[in-house]
Every structure is written in C-alpha cells, then in structure tokens.
C-alpha cells in the first residue's frame, strides 16, 4: 500500500510570496487612473471642457500677434491645425476703416471718407 505525502509549508513559506510581480499590475493600473484624472484636472483647469465633448466645436489661437501664431481648429472629432504665414492671414491690401468698441462691448465699424459704403 502506497501512502499519501502531505507537504506541510515551513516557516520561511508562504503562498502569496510566489509570483514577485503581482504586485506591479496594481501599479499599473493605478498609474492609468492617476494619468486619467490629471488629464480631465488640466482641462478643467483651462475651462475648457468642450475638448472633451466628442460634438463640440472650439478654435484656440496661440500667441496672437506673434510671428509663431497658431490656430488651432476642432470641429466634431477633426482637429486642424493652422501655423500661420504671410500666406494664411497675412499680405498687402488697404485700410478700409476703423472699428471702434464701446464700453458694452459692442464693436462699431466707421468706414474712411473715400470709402463710403451703401450698409
């Protein structure tokens, strides 16, 4: 008749201790959630929570005025990028008028003497 072994754990023996990478795949997945929620508190941040609505439409312009401008465009999910040159938004033309804004904010165009308009 054969008799059954049993193993008995030692001291120095224990079950958890088997696999020493179990405990990376935690942080793993908690490095993911921390990565997400900084994302969401940048954007928060900003006030702008339209980049993250999959049908609104923005358009951001950086360093206005400066020669490195850019205009940044999102329309749905199409984000466009424009760098801006003396090709887009730039060139020669004339003066046709000034505009004005008020003290309400709203903005009036006074067209020059010689460049009267019918509106």
Known sequence: ?????Y?????LYEEDDQNPLTGV????????VFSV??????????????LLSPTADITIVKNPGQPDMKIIVKE?????VLNMT??????TGEALGTAYQLGDGRVVYVPDSGNETGS
């Open 1 to 5: 008749m054969r008799r059954k072994r």
């Open 37 to 50: 929620a900084l994302m969401i508190a940048l954007v928060m941040s900003f006030q702008l929570p339209e």
């Open 7 to 11: 193993h008995r754990p030692g001291i």
């Open 25 to 32: 795949a935690n942080l793993f997945d908690i490095a993911m």
């Open 86 to 91: 003396d090709q887009i938004g730039g060139g």
């Open 76 to 80: 749905g999910q199409n984000i466009e």
